[in-house]
């Protein structure tokens, strides 16, 4: 069952091979692309399902990078605010003290000023 074709520039012509022959090897032609396109998309979602796996096992281990940081951002801000806080408090107290070490007549004249000023 071989394929013979002849080229004559206005047609190509088959030899020994009948209408049955043809359509059962186009047929089967057919079966064999469908074959390969089923293969070949098994493949492609395998490799699709791996990558997905690398990619979320990627997402996973940034996603606890991120945690970490975040984490010793928080505690490194606390620090600083509770450093500013002890720092403004120490500053009130100082404050306070030089307040209270003032004569009462002197205080009494610069609370009278700044009330004169509210008026």
């Known amino acids: 069952m071989a394929l013979y074709v002849r080229f ?7 030899y020994e091979y009948d209408m049955q022959d043809i359509l059962s090897i186009i047929v089967n032609t057919e079966k064999e692309i469908q074959e390969t396109l089923r293969k070949e998309k098994i ?3 395998e490799w699709v399902n791996e990558e997905k796996k690398k990619i979320d096992k990627e997402i996973g281990q940034k996603k606890l990078l991120l945690e970490e940081e975040a984490r010793l951002l ?3 801000i606390k620090k ?3 450093e500013q806080a002890s720092f403004m408090l120490k500053e009130a ?5 030089r307040i209270e070490s003032l ?3 002197y205080l009494k004249e610069i609370v009278e000023k700044y009330l004169q000023r509210i008026k």
């Open 8 to 14: 004559d520039y206005k047609s190509i012509l088959w």
């Open 43 to 45: 493949r492609i979602d």
């Open 74 to 76: 928080k505690e490194e």
């Open 80 to 82: 600083r605010a509770e």
């Open 93 to 97: 107290r100082d404050f306070a003290c």
């Open 103 to 105: 004569d009462q007549e």
